[in-house]
């Protein structure tokens, strides 16, 4: 079966610039989804379809998929970054979506 | 504004049954495919399943198939999820989701409820 791959944990200083990888099989081939949850709360979305923001989303977020490797990256990193981002995908050949096991960003 | 409010949660013994309900407004529900996705405490993200706007598709995640039956009410604007053989690997926020696109599943989610916690506890 599938399996998205994601770093336990990623930190990074205020004002720079955190990336936060999923890994998979041909990831390329497919759409990623990226979800952001505070704790205590609903997870949100913040990049559709490998690259787009939803409305409200800052430009500082930002998607990329390619080869085995999709990406989530936040520049500017401010404090109220710091929570647990997820990737999703839509598995068509199982007809599952499958989430990564979650990064948890620490802003230092 | 889109809401999704979840309810029917509690503490059940093993074994039984129980059955969630996702009450949404604010937008046209027969339209959008719709979720449940549970975490258990301190874990992460774990799909259950989906129904298609129609509800004539549904999948489920290999931990529940066969336990657990997805409908919805488009009359009622309300989403269901059937919870029967309950075990305590059950224990989770379970938290509805809308589809992000319109007469389609296996995109991505772009509006969650704030979920209803289910404890599976003797």
């Known amino acids: 079966s599938y399996v998205l791959t994601q770093p336990p944990s990623v930190s990074v200083a205020p004002g720079q610039t955190a990336r936060i990888t999923c890994g998979g099989n041909?990831?390329?081939?497919?759409?990623v989804h990226w979800y952001q949850q505070r704790p205590g709360q609903a997870p949100v979305l913040v990049v559709h379809?490998?690259?787009d923001r939803p409305s409200g989303i800052p430009e500082r977020f930002s998607g990329s998929n390619s080869g085995n490797t999709a990406a989530l990256t936040i520049s500017r990193v401010e404090a109220g970054d710091e929570a647990d981002y997820y990737c999703?995908?839509?598995?068509?050949?199982?007809?599952?979506?499958?989430f990564g096991g979650g990064t948890k960003l620490t802003v230092l | 504004q889109v809401q999704l409010v979840e309810s029917g949660g509690g503490v059940v013994q093993p074994g039984r049954s129980l059955r969630l309900s996702c009450a949404a407004s604010?937008?046209?529900?027969?339209?959008?495919?719709m979720h449940w996705v549970r975490q258990a405490p301190g874990k992460g993200l774990e799909w259950v399943a989906v129904?298609?706007?129609?509800?004539?598709?549904?999948y489920y995640a290999d931990s529940v198939k066969g336990r657990f039956t997805i409908s919805r009410d488009n009359s009622k604007n309300t989403l269901y999820l059937q919870m029967n053989s309950l075990r305590a690997e059950d224990t989770a926020v379970y938290y509805c989701?809308?589809?992000?696109?319109?007469?389609?599943?296996?995109?991505?989610?772009?509006?969650w409820g704030q979920g209803t916690l289910v404890t599976v506890s003797s």
């Open positions: 604010g937008f046209t529900f027969r339209s959008y495919g």
């Open positions: 129904i298609s706007y129609d509800g004539i598709k549904k």
């Open positions: 041909n990831i390329g081939s497919k759409s």
């Open positions: 989701a809308k589809e992000g696109v319109w007469y389609s599943y296996g995109n991505s989610f772009d509006y």
């Open positions: 999703q995908v839509w598995d068509s050949s199982s007809d599952h979506v499958l």
């Open positions: 379809d490998d690259s």
